[in-house]
């Protein structure tokens, strides 16, 4: 369903990535490891629009995503919750899940989007008129997952969902995570606890200095130890 | 260039700038003094006093809008003060002109002192807000000197013109040689500022003002005697204007007219140079005069605002510096233009021909030239690879540069002892080839302000390179015994918070000489905040830093510079408008001891030459790519010589190549006997290069030892790679 | 007059400064720029209103239904050239310095730099007022606060309550992770900017009923609208409003106890003051907020 072909990417000068390819298949669970500065967040941001110097391609269901202008990406169906989160702090968190169905597509639904993301997350529902502010590390993390949830996503893209956040509430996400995937979205996890990504995903990618240094199974890559040389070098 | 040649280049400019004033200066006064002689019309002479008053205003505004970026919309402020002491002073109260000129200038200079003292402290001041501010003040001047009968009360002042000695001639020439005067000293003021240390003060200011606090100016203090000069020169030309307009009223003075120009001309002329101002004035009032000549006097105003609007979006650097790229063209179009004007003679008179020739001579200057090639915009966003002049196209492992000792080092890596081989070639503008062996790291995009990472924001650096540990020599640890030296910098329970996010929390943690200590963890673990707080930049939000034994919590930035605390920033944050040795002679010039322009330069050279970049000292910093970058962001803080260097993720963004070289720098800079905390991510390097590693995690301190212990300790394992749910 | 009476009126014209001052604190919050052409507006908006009521006869408060959708699409268009241009944020200034110089010269060429002034015929808003005991309230001044309640509240609930305005908020929050949920700022942009010139349309008018107009007033408004976003808070809309009763009354009663000429140096010791103090407005915090 996804299929990013040979992308670079570049911050100005600097290269980011470097022929990265990857596909997602409908329903599946992807994770993209490695070490930090490999470029993940780069990647995540090439395809939900958030980036845009970039050569290559990046196929969604047909259509090209690479270099179209950044509020054109949702409507083809990807949303993205960003690394930390990156939630709208001075609106509350009901007007946040609004936002998140702004694209045209998912307007006319989204109270019924909505009733579904409370259900998922039941202290959205709670804390509907707060700030998103002042809201926990692990409820804005909640929050940011719902509203890209709000957009009736086909593909979900999630940049290190765990960052910052306790064991326990990490446990929660990974298991809201799991219930989205089951519902039918599909899912481009990056993640820096491989242990977690790998568990939950049914294909990893390690990516390593803007590169795909390894592919494959969860269960293969759990096996060997290129992951733990690439990371810890050693 | 060496720097015998730059030296004389620089004196030469200077020397022979003011040769070039003086004989303007004897130029110009000679057309009054001996005006009969030589047949001189008087009218001309009004317009050049006009000029000239002009030529004050514009230039005393720069002084701090132009030079330091900090942009006023409160001229009338110091016209209109200057205007008033002469009125009040000399006009009601015979007070001695010229002495009511002085207490003009010093008027409008405890006028910005106040205005100064408030604005600059403010941190959230900069920019826009400043404008606004200043644009205030001349109303409420305004207002004050309406209401007060000692100043104005509604009425209005005469000042008639003051007695001068016969000599001079008429009325006109005693305005036009006193304002000359005033002139002449505003544009040597500027071009004194300009070549003094606040001049390049003043540059860093506007080119990276928190840069520049890091590295040890004093900006509050240069910013102050910025406006001040401004305003002094500003006012005592408001005197002179007084005695132009004869009669003095509120409106006459405090109106936004005089803003208005000054900035036009100032915009139009070029705000980076003491002649920009120059040129703005004489263009923007010739202009003016035509056009109040044919009887347009209407659309003087809408004119200059259309001039504005047009130069913002066209050309908003200004003339001069275009001009002085193709001096020859402008100068040929101007002289042509006048001639074949005058050959025709059917047409106005020689002020118009000069208009018309200014003019002709802008537009080439302005338009874009068709032999110059744009960068190339691909399809999808900003142009990528080289800069527009790349400096060094030598292809990868290409002779390596002159080191210190002065043999010629080729190849990549040299085993020669104390000469560091940078591989320039191998650092030119980066070309993305299919299968090329050089990956490169991710660089922090765009939009990320100055180091204070807030936590959650990624933290980029040099990922691990492959595998197999790269060839060359590695003598692992840096060769220095990491014995327990004096402690540098101590931090005692320090919390660092953004928001209502907790970046750091009771972080105690000490610094000892001859260390080389690698800061290490995850994303989001609060590493750069530290930098931030070391370096000065960010203030703890509780607990004590001490460096050297001295508490630094609530120094600002540029004293705990002189503490000796450098940094690096993980963006490599060059002042964009100078060279790269100069980058590297500000911190020699602002550093912990005094030293001359050519003493810093010389410096800067020899730093140069150990990072590698002296090939390109005269470049400027854009035509860098980012190993080069980076390179200059530590040649820049080891010239403020410090005792501890703190480098932010020097080595993001390198090919494996680029990062051993950089090592090699670091080891270097280590030996000689700087301490050095370093952010890394690159775990192999840390181990090649550190006596000590503090792994962060969440803002407090998970592991503290020898590279070998901490990082197969289980915890930080367990913080790289992943926590087991409930293990 | 009394001091109650001063504040009283005051606080009604404040109205007419919130009107004044929205726009431009709403396009600065959310655009990140400070639009100097918004002063141009609110100078056309008067100007419009002044002649289509002399020269046929429409009442001036309807004028509006005229001059508002006029000058939004001035607004707008204008918005899209600028962002065509893609100018910094402090040549931004200068640039709508510029503009501003042009359109006020255009205006002294069209109607003449002499003082116009509605005609008390067409204009009964002017003469009558409204009585409550000791205290009179002149219509207009009643007006100005009436419609600023409307705007403002208007402004607010859509801010909170629309996909639009959530947009706008969210946009001023983060550009790029609106831009990721389909918000465009191209068309945001020109939306808002006719907005904001449509409420200087709505001031003008006001401004026109009760003052006489020539071109250089424009300049004269700096000195209140910066007062008034500043103490407001950039791009808080009820932050505005509050600011603008608060401007009002403290000229009011500075003007009454002290000297008219006296109130600039007040507001500016104000601004001086809150940005020390609080820089991100004295009322930061209440109301949906633009910026936040």
């Known amino acids: 369903m996804l299929e990013v072909g040979e992308l670079d990417a570049w911050y100005g000068q600097a290269q980011a990535l470097w022929g990265v390819s990857l596909t997602v298949g409908d329903g599946e669970v992807v994770c993209v490891v490695g070490p930090n500065g490999a470029g993940k967040t780069t990647l995540v941001h090439a395809i939900g629009g958030l980036h845009r110097q970039l050569r290559g391609h990046i196929r969604l269901g047909g259509a090209d995503l690479a270099g179209i202008a950044p509020h054109r990406v949702s409507e083809h169906g990807v949303s993205v919750v960003p690394e930390g989160r990156r939630v709208f702090a001075h609106l509350s968190v009901h007007e946040n899940l609004c936002l998140g169905a702004y694209r045209k597509g998912a307007r006319a639904a989204h109270r019924e989007t909505l009733a579904g993301v409370h259900e998922l997350f039941p202290r959205l529902a709670e804390r509907a008129r707060q700030p998103a502010g002042s809201l926990s590390g692990g409820e804005q993390q909640m929050l940011a997952i719902g509203r890209a949830l709000m957009a009736q996503p086909r593909l979900l893209l999630l940049d290190e969902p765990s960052l910052g956040l306790a064991p326990l509430v990490v446990d929660e996400v990974f298991d809201a995570i799991g219930v989205i995937n089951r519902r039918g979205v599909s899912i481009l996890l990056v993640e820096q606890d491989v242990e977690r990504a790998l568990d939950l995903a049914d294909r990893a990618y390690l990516l390593s200095e803007g590169r795909v240094v390894t592919a494959g199974t969860s269960a293969e890559l759990r096996a060997s130890d290129t992951i733990r040389r690439s990371v810890l070098g050693y | ?727 | 007059m009394s001091t109650l009476q001063a504040a009283l009126s005051g606080a009604l014209i404040g109205g007419l400064y919130t009107l004044m001052a929205a726009g431009l604190s709403v396009t600065w919050g959310v655009l990140r720029v400070i639009n100097l052409t918004h002063f141009a507006m609110i100078l056309l908006g008067a100007y419009l209103s002044f002649q289509l009521t002399t020269s046929w006869g429409i009442d001036p408060v309807l004028t509006v239904a005229i001059t508002a959708p006029l000058l939004f699409v001035l607004g707008a268009a204008l918005q899209w050239v600028f962002d065509r241009l893609a100018i910094a944020e402090l040549n931004s200034l200068l640039l709508t310095f510029g503009l501003l110089v042009i359109a006020t010269q255009a205006v002294s060429e069209i109607w003449t730099a002499n003082f116009q002034q509605l005609p008390a015929g067409a204009n009964p808003y002017a003469t009558r007022s409204l009585s409550l005991g000791r205290l009179v309230f002149p219509v207009s001044t009643l007006l100005a606060f009436g419609f600023a309640l409307v705007v403002v509240g208007g402004a607010h609930l859509a801010l909170r309550r629309t996909f639009a305005g959530r947009a706008m908020r969210a946009f001023a929050a983060d550009r790029p992770v609106a831009a990721a949920f389909g918000v465009d700022h191209r068309r945001l942009g020109m939306l808002l900017a006719g907005l904001a010139a449509a409420s200087a349309a709505v001031a003008g008018m006001l401004f026109a009923l009760a003052n006489s107009l020539t071109p250089a007033t424009a300049y004269e408004w700096f000195g209140i609208v910066f007062a008034v976003v500043i103490l407001g808070g950039v791009g808080q809309v009820v932050g505005t409003m509050l600011a603008g009763v608060l401007v009002g009354v403290l000229s009011g009663v500075v003007s009454a106890v002290l000297s008219p000429s006296a109130v600039p140096f007040v507001l500016f010791s104000a601004i001086v003051l809150a940005l020390l103090v609080r820089p991100q407005g004295l009322f930061a915090g209440l109301g949906a907020g633009a910026a936040g």
């Open chain 2, 1 to 727: 260039m060496t720097v015998a040649a730059a030296r004389w280049r620089a004196l030469a400019a200077g020397r022979s700038g003011l040769v070039a004033l003086v004989g303007v200066f004897a130029a110009l006064s000679a057309l009054s003094l001996y005006r009969q002689t030589l047949g001189f019309p008087v009218y001309y002479l009004t317009l050049l006093t006009t000029m000239l008053f002009w030529t004050a205003q514009a230039t005393s505004w720069n002084l701090l809008s132009g030079y330091a970026g900090y942009f006023s919309f409160g001229q009338a402020a110091y016209v209109g003060v200057g205007a008033y002491s002469t009125a009040v002073l000399y006009g009601r109260h015979q007070v001695n002109f010229f002495i009511s000129m002085l207490a003009a200038g010093v008027l409008a200079g405890l006028l910005a002192l106040a205005v100064g003292a408030v604005a600059f402290r403010l941190r959230s001041l900069r920019g826009e807000i400043f404008a606004l501010l200043t644009l205030a003040v001349p109303f409420i001047l305004a207002a004050l000197a309406r209401i007060n009968p000692t100043v104005d009360g509604g009425q209005g002042i005469i000042v008639a013109v003051p007695p001068f000695p016969d000599q001079l001639g008429r009325t006109e020439d005693f305005l036009y040689l006193t304002m000359l005067a005033v002139a002449g000293i505003a544009v040597v003021a500027a071009f004194a500022v300009q070549r003094a240390r606040i001049g390049w003060a003043l540059t860093a200011v506007r080119d990276a003002e928190d840069v520049s606090e890091v590295l040890g100016v004093a900006t509050f203090r240069y910013k102050m005697q910025a406006i001040v000069l401004g305003a002094v020169l500003g006012g005592i030309a408001g005197s002179m204007f007084a005695v132009q307009i004869g009669f003095v009223t509120v409106d006459s003075v405090f109106t936004l007219t005089i803003p208005l120009f000054v900035i036009v001309m100032s915009v139009l002329g070029g705000r980076t140079h003491w002649f920009g101002p120059v040129l703005g004035a004489v263009l923007i009032v010739l202009l003016q005069d035509r056009l109040s000549a044919s009887g347009l006097d209407r659309w003087r105003l809408l004119v200059l605002g259309a001039v504005l609007v047009v130069l913002v979006a066209v050309a908003p650097d200004g003339l001069y510096d275009r001009f002085r790229r193709r001096p020859r063209t402008a100068v040929a179009t101007l002289a042509l233009t006048v001639l074949v004007l005058r050959l025709i003679d059917r047409w106005g008179g020689p002020t118009d021909w000069l208009l018309i020739g200014l003019l002709a001579a802008t537009a080439t200057a302005v338009l874009p030239n068709p032999g110059a090639a744009g960068p190339a915009a691909t399809r999808w966003g900003a142009a990528r690879g080289g800069a527009a002049e790349p400096v060094d196209a030598e292809p990868a492992g290409a002779a390596a540069p002159v080191t210190a000792a002065g043999t010629v080092a080729t190849g990549i890596v040299t085993a020669a002892p104390g000469a560091v081989a940078v591989p320039i070639g191998a650092a030119a503008p980066v070309v993305a080839e299919p299968g090329a062996a050089a990956p490169v790291g991710a660089a922090e995009p765009a939009a990320a302000g100055p180091a204070a990472a807030a936590p959650g924001a990624t933290e980029r650096g040099a990922a691990a390179s492959a595998p197999e540990p790269a060839t060359g020599d590695r003598p692992g640890p840096a060769g220095a015994p990491s014995g327990a030296g004096a402690v540098l910098v101590e931090c005692r329970q320090v919390s660092r918070s953004f928001g209502g996010v907790r970046a750091l929390s009771g972080l105690s943690l000490q610094l000892r000489a001859g260390e080389l200590v690698a800061l290490v963890g995850p994303n989001g673990s609060g590493k750069s905040t530290l930098v931030g707080l070391l370096s000065g930049a960010l203030r703890p939000t509780s607990g004590t830093i001490l460096v050297g034994g001295r508490d630094i919590t609530r120094l600002p930035p540029h004293r705990v510079a002189h503490c000796g605390v450098a940094r690096t920033y993980q963006i490599p944050r060059p002042f964009a408008s100078m060279t790269v040795r100069d980058n590297v002679a500000m911190a020699v010039l602002f550093g912990r001891h005094r030293h001359s322009l050519a003493q810093a330069r010389r410096a800067a050279e020899e730093q140069l030459a150990v990072v590698g970049l002296d090939r390109l000292a005269d470049a400027h910093p854009a035509a860098l790519n980012l190993h080069q970058r980076q390179l200059l962001e530590i040649a820049r803080a080891v010239a403020t010589e410090p005792t501890v260097l703190l480098l932010d993720e020097a080595l993001a963004g390198l090919n494996p190549t680029e990062v051993d070289s950089a090592v090699r720098v670091v080891r270097r800079i280590y030996q000689a006997g700087v301490t050095i905390v370093i952010i890394e991510h690159v775990l192999r390097v840390v181990t090649q290069l550190a006596t000590r590693v503090v792994v962060l995690d969440r803002g407090t301190r998970l592991a503290d030892g020898d590279p070998g212990t901490v990082l197969a300790d289980p915890a930080v394992v367990a913080a790289y790679l992943g926590k087991r749910a409930h293990a």
